[in-house]
């Protein structure tokens, strides 16, 4: 039985690492002044230029040293972690910090004053007027 480990393949942890973020490969070739083709080829290269690794690095918002160690068991063992200490297994804190029937009373209460704030606005205008004509 061997105990050799397997060589880390830079191209994949890219590939993985965009994937996580969101990005697609055309918005990272963008970002680095590359074709999308381009950026096809380097997530599937074991190894990457030291240049383009840093500017990949820098598109995906990370370091180089977290491209080269990355590894799925340490973010599902991050995530476990996080998430265990939040509550449980998963995260549940989905309530409110707020009254929601509090915030609407408030925004009628507002309401209704820039309501009473137009109509004597209004009002005034009509005085002013009236005073005009019957000079």
Known sequence: MSTATKPKHIGRNISRIRELKGMKQEILAEAIGLSQQTVSNIEG????????LEQIAKA???TVEAIENFSEESII????????SVSGSF?????CTF???DKVVELYERLVLAEKELVNAE??????????LNK
């Open 123 to 132: 009002k005034e205008k009509v005085q002013y007027l009236e005073k005009l």
């Open 91 to 95: 995260i549940t804190n989905n309530s």
């Open 45 to 52: 290269s074991e190894e990457v230029d030291s240049n383009k």
């Open 99 to 101: 009254n929601p029937l």
């Open 77 to 84: 063992n991050y995530f476990n972690t996080f998430n265990e």
């Open 60 to 62: 995906l918002g990370v």
